[in-house]
């Protein structure tokens, strides 16, 4: 009864812990570093005739690199929400008089202006940066190995458990 019971829980724990290290590289940008607005972002906004055109400075959180970043804010509207990197485009384009953005307190979101006139407020990029994908892909083989092992050692503790000769035994 007692190696039903210790091979049933090994069971148990070897298929609930297979993959772990390999699944735990894979999550969701787990490597990646975000891109965010610099504080200040040093915004500036420019009147298209279908969009408006937002220059930013934009800074990444591991090397603390500023970059002038330009993006069209309706047509980039829903990438931003869900946080992904808006397409971005060369900023040649002279200032709109009358048009005016006035940036939140936490540098993250600005308000439209045309005029007196309101005419939105949107958030500004936040995003992973692309630098995470090569460091999974380097580390899998590694993780692999790992989760190998575990499920490994798991089996060779069950097959001894049963009272099974040790792997390579000859009789």
């Given at each position: 009864m007692r190696q039903v019971l210790v091979s049933g829980w090994l069971l148990v724990i070897a298929f609930g812990l297979s993959g772990c290290a390999t699944r735990t590289l894979w999550e969701n940008h787990a490597f990646d570093g975000f891109n965010e607005p610099a504080r200040p972002p040093n915004l500036q906004v420019f009147k298209t005739p279908n969009d408006w055109l937002v220059r930013y400075d934009e800074v990444n959180e591991n090397t603390d690199r500023i970059?002038?970043?330009?993006?069209?804010?309706?047509?980039?509207?829903?990438?931003?929400?869900?946080?992904?990197?808006?397409?971005?485009?060369?900023?040649d384009l002279p200032e709109f008089p009358g048009v005016r953005a006035v940036i939140s307190a936490d540098g993250q979101q600005f308000t439209l202006y045309e005029g007196d006139q309101r005419l939105g407020t949107y958030e500004l990029p936040v995003?992973?940066?692309?630098?995470?994908?090569?460091?999974?892909?380097?580390?899998?083989?590694?993780?692999?190995?790992?989760?190998?092992?575990?499920?490994g050692g798991y089996v060779w503790v069950y097959w001894m458990s049963i009272g099974a000769p040790p792997f390579g035994t000859c009789y």
């Open positions: 970059e002038q970043r330009a993006y069209y804010v309706m047509a980039n509207d829903a990438a931003i929400k869900d946080h992904k990197r808006p397409h971005f485009v060369h900023f995003y992973p940066a692309r630098s995470g994908r090569v460091k999974q892909v380097l580390l899998t083989p590694g993780t692999l190995i790992a989760d190998a092992t575990i499920i």
